[in-house]
């Protein structure tokens, strides 16, 4: 019912940014939140970042808070991921989530990688 593209993932230097983003799109839907996951080689899935879409209250893992930042676009139904500083222990494929009704996240992107090198 609800179909979700990310991009904006690549390549950059340690220290470097990038911004993601993730357009939401259906016949008919609501949005009540909308969050950022990510997934390194070997690693389980971790919570990056987590934005409420009625009031913008945002929640971020201890290790991207300060460097990152969920921000969302209502009209175009857009969820984004500011990416500064970044780190090479960041670099992993990069999922965008959605939450219609509060039932938690049922639907997913297809991830967009993000390389962290020197």
């Known amino acids: 019912q609800v179909q979700l593209v990310e991009s904006g993932g690549g390549l950059v230097q340690p220290g470097g940014s990038l911004r993601l983003s993730c357009a939401a799109s259906?016949?008919?839907?609501?949005?009540?939140?909308m969050g950022w996951f990510r997934q390194a080689p070997g690693k389980g899935r971790e919570f990056v970042a987590r934005?409420?879409?009625?009031?913008?209250?945002?929640n971020y893992a201890d290790s991207v808070k300060g460097r990152f930042t969920i921000s969302r676009d209502g009209a175009k139904n857009t969820v984004y991921l500011q990416m500064n500083s970044l780190k090479p222990e960041d670099a992993a494929v990069y999922y965008c989530?959605?939450?219609?009704?509060?039932?938690?996240?049922?639907?997913w992107g297809q991830g967009t990688q993000v390389t962290v090198s020197s």
């Open positions: 989530a959605h939450d219609p009704n509060t039932l938690g996240y049922v639907y």
């Open positions: 259906g016949r008919a839907f609501s949005t009540y939140a």
């Open positions: 934005i409420w879409w009625s009031t913008g209250y945002t």
